[in-house]
């Protein structure tokens, strides 16, 4: 149970709230042509930088609680550094973790889905199929299913949700290949293994935040129903797509694999299934269609009784699934708890995409409340397009609802999510992404604005890159990777690229001085920095604040 945060003896605070304000997927590079960022028109975004204290953020890798330095940072960790104040070991870690030791194999989760199966039923894993390790990892499918094999599981299929985001737009065939001889390995008179079905990330399945049911249902009907156009393979359907379509791998159309005219892996009575993503956004709603009897949100045809587990427990507050095979982090002692304990009311915004982000993850991926009184959620529809047909998105809508909050002076604290740099920075379209970042900078003068007004201070900052590299670049040159007809090689992924964290205050930062950045600084070095300027001693168990009262 956390405590009352004590106020500062050298400071008061600032007069006027605070405001957080996450550039989702806005980080910094170096100038090139593949830099959204700096190719923008941004004047607000260059004052702050030119005239106002800032530091660089790592945030990727064990900054974030991930297992190296090469691994990506992504917008779920990253905002649970950010409202948390600390590092977590988090959902890649944890999961290997928990393979290496074995403790995955002696749950009673494993268990139940090895022993449901060792009659005539089939054990099914979907996920994302690569090792972008954002969402998942095919080394942890690798070792699933070589362990289902050692405990008499005679029968695998394995339905691939191709990437192409985080990880090379058109990679898919690196990962099919290699587990096509991977499964041949392992295959035998005893263990029957095939690839079932799949589809781009972006076209079926992984929906978030209940933005497109759509594109469960079509998972849906290809997994388990297996409805859809056939082929003999994965890698013949890859192919085929791409010569058809012209579209990087999270686009291409779901697809079936079937032999004599017969899908080769339907969903069956019997059968166990295991969604093994160990992020949790994309992978609820499809946990819902396996395992809410009274599910309402699309007609399944056909409920198979099955059982079913995710790799982790993707929201701890409604249990979603039922079952799982590893536990997620404990997060405790976040912001929003010592806010809530110390009376200071709260607003988070965004729109629908990163909604989740400023809240559920915000708070330790709690996704109900710590005071109702206390706490206001308001979430902006997002718009139902691909994101480079209006790069913009929702964020003039985010920021006149924000600035209506701001003046009814019912918040001291407040967060705000815009999504712009990194939804849009994902379609690899350089141009629309671009113009994404000149729509947020329009709003973050009207913003700023207001925060003069009141007399308030805001932090600037972002929970990883994106926008900052829209190409694919060599790592010994940095120079821009070329397609063969000479255009550049668009990138989807997230970055390794620090963030840039702004503090903005014209009426107190005469009492504080900012810290020297010496490239020690993280994500969760922000929520120290958000209680003081609120004239708060931060907890000792929370990472240092960026600023030093004087």
Not at 214 to 235: D, I, K, P
Not at 247 to 253: A, H, T
Not at 258 to 270: I, L, M, Q, R, S
Not at 303 to 330: F, N, Q
Request: include cysteine; charged fraction near 25%; glycine fraction near 8%.
């Amino acid at each position: 149970m956390v405590t009352k945060l004590e106020k500062l003896k050298e400071f008061k605070g600032v007069e006027g709230p605070v405001l957080t304000i996450v550039m989702d997927g806005v980080g910094l590079a170096p100038e090139g042509p593949g830099n959204a960022v700096k190719r923008a028109y941004t004047p607000t975004l260059d004052m702050l930088l030119e005239k106002y204290p800032w530091v660089k953020l790592k945030a990727h890798g064990t900054a974030v609680g991930l297992p190296s330095d090469d691994d990506m940072g992504n917008s779920e960790v990253g905002h649970n550094a950010l409202g948390s104040g600390q590092v977590f070991a988090q959902g890649a870690k944890l999961v290997s973790a928990s393979i290496e030791s074995g403790k995955m194999f002696a749950s009673d989760t494993w268990k139940a889905l090895v022993s449901n199966v060792k009659g005539s039923g089939t054990l099914h894993f979907i996920g994302l199929f690569s090792d972008g390790n954002v969402h998942s990892h095919i080394d942890h499918l690798k070792a699933m299913i070589s362990e289902a094999k050692k405990e008499g599981v005679r029968r695998v299929r394995v339905h691939i949700l191709l990437d192409g985001r985080d990880v090379g737009e058109t990679s898919a065939l690196n990962y099919i290949e290699p587990f096509e001889e991977f499964m041949a390995s392992l295959r035998d008179d005893s263990f029957d293994i095939k690839i079932a079905s799949g589809g781009g990330r972006m076209k079926i399945t992984m929906d978030r935040y209940e933005a497109d049911w759509s594109m469960v249902e079509r998972g849906w009907h290809t997994h388990v129903l297996g409805e859809g156009e056939q082929f003999a393979s994965a890698a013949d359907a890859v192919n085929a797509y791409r010569e058809r379509y012209h579209v990087i791998d999270q686009d291409l159309p779901p697809f079936v694999i079937a032999e004599n005219g017969k899908p080769v892996g339907t969903v069956e009575d019997g059968d166990s299934v295991i969604f093994y993503n160990f992020r949790g956004d994309r992978a609820i709603e499809i946990s819902k269609a396996f395992d809410q009897e009274n599910f309402d949100k699309f007609d399944r045809v056909r409920y198979p009784k099955v059982v079913y587990a995710g790799m982790l427990e993707y929201d701890g507050d409604t249990h979603i699934p039922s079952r799982y095979l590893v536990s997620p982090p404990e997060i405790t002692n976040t912001m929003t708890e010592y806010l809530c304990a110390t009376g200071v009311t709260e607003l988070a915004i965004s729109e629908t995409q990163k909604f989740g982000h400023v809240t559920y993850f915000w708070n330790g991926n709690y996704s109900g409340k710590f005071d109702d009184k206390l706490e206001t959620y308001i979430e902006i529809k997002s718009d139902v397009v691909p994101f480079e047909q209006r790069p913009w998105m929702k964020c003039a809508d985010i920021t006149d609802k924000l600035i209506e909050c701001m003046r009814s002076g019912k918040y001291r604290y407040l967060r705000v999510n815009f999504p712009n740099g990194d939804m849009v920075g994902h379609t690899g379209n350089l141009e629309a992404t671009i113009c994404s970042m000149e729509a947020l900078d329009l709003q973050l003068a009207r913003i700023l604005a207001v925060v003069d007004e009141l007399h308030g201070a805001a932090i600037i900052t972002a929970d990883h890159g994106n926008a900052d590299e829209m190409y694919e670049t060599d790592k010994k040159t940095h120079a821009p990777k070329a397609n063969k007809d000479g255009s550049f090689k668009a990138k989807t992924s997230h970055t390794l690229n620090p963030v840039p964290c702004i503090i903005y205050d014209n009426f107190t930062s005469d009492c504080y001085k900012i810290k020297a950045d010496e490239g020690k600084f993280g994500l969760s070095d922000v929520a120290a920095t958000n209680v003081n300027l609120l004239g708060y001693a931060a907890p000792e168990e929370w990472d240092t604040s960026l600023i030093e009262v004087k």
